[in-house]
T-cell receptor, first 113, second 115 residues
Framework: DQQVKQNSPSLSVQEGRISILNCDYTNSMFDYFLWYKKYPAEGPTFLIS?????DKNEDGRFTVFLNKSAKHLSLHIVPSQPGDSAVYFC????????????FGSGTQLTVLP | DTAVSQTPKYLVTQMGNDKSIKCEQNLGHDTMYWYKQDSKKFLKIMFS???????INETVPNRFSPKSPDKAHLNLHINSLELGDSAVYFCASSQRLLTATDTQYFGPGTRLTVL
């Protein structure tokens, strides 16, 4: 039973446009969410996170939105650049008790020049 | 310098063999992890470990065991390899004691193929 789901395995976007990557979760105890980015033959690298006390967190071109009632979060990248082409993983945890992350299966983003 | 390194990068072996994957971090972190990325691309935690506590994911077979000679190293030993063990294994580390909200730094992964 996958508690974190990324239902789109791939997404293609034109350079300069907005990329929106989606993530859904089922565990209502999750209160901290992260996005990791992974290039081929490398390990995931941390991108941005959000606590459930917020509904938005922004870092440069990257913004994460959290909709707790819908158990949904999204990562917006604007403007998208070819170097953003990578696999993006959503992860979640219950910071109060669980001490491990639960990851989604990732979305391959391709930014076309 | 690579923050989290793993060796080997690729490992091809026969069913039934015993193998080890090594992991080293030079970040001075307290906690290290092993993840398995399965064929469906999910990254699943196998172990979380520091020098005081080991948390084992209950779904991990006891053929898998982490061994830590010191704080900077967490090796993964696998006994009696099975076909289903074929996957990419990632090592990671984080600053504090098993706090999931701390940023985890991942190694490049080891692709294990069991024939």
């Amino acid at each position: 039973d996958q508690q974190v789901k990324q239902n789109s395995p791939s997404l293609s976007v034109q350079e300069g446009r907005i990329s929106i990557l989606n993530c859904d979760y089922t565990n209502s105890m999750f209160d901290y969410f992260l996005w990791y980015k992974k290039y081929p033959a490398e390990g995931p690298t941390f991108l941005i996170s959000i606590s459930s006390i917020k509904d938005k967190n922004e870092d440069g071109r990257f913004t994460v939105f959290l909709n707790k009632s819908a158990k949904h979060l999204s990562l917006h990248i604007v403007p998208s650049q070819p170097g953003d082409s990578a696999v993006y993983f959503c992860a979640a945890t219950d910071s109060g008790s669980a001490r491990q992350l639960t990851f989604g299966s990732g979305t391959q983003l391709t930014v076309l020049p | 310098d690579t923050a989290v390194s793993q060796t080997p990068k690729y490992l091809v072996t026969q069913m039934g063999n015993d193998k080890s994957i090594k992991c080293e971090q030079n970040l001075g972190h307290d906690t290290m992890y092993w993840y398995k990325q399965d064929s469906k691309k999910f990254l699943k935690i196998m172990f979380s470990y520091n020098n005081k506590e080991l948390i084992i994911n209950e779904t991990v077979p006891n053929r898998f065991s982490p061994k830590s000679p010191d704080k900077a190293h967490l090796n993964l030993h696998i006994n009696s390899l099975e076909l289903g063990d074929s996957a990419v294994y990632f090592c990671a580390s984080s600053q504090r004691l098993l706090t999931a909200t701390d940023t985890q730094y991942f190694g490049p992964g080891t692709r294990l193929t069991v024939l």
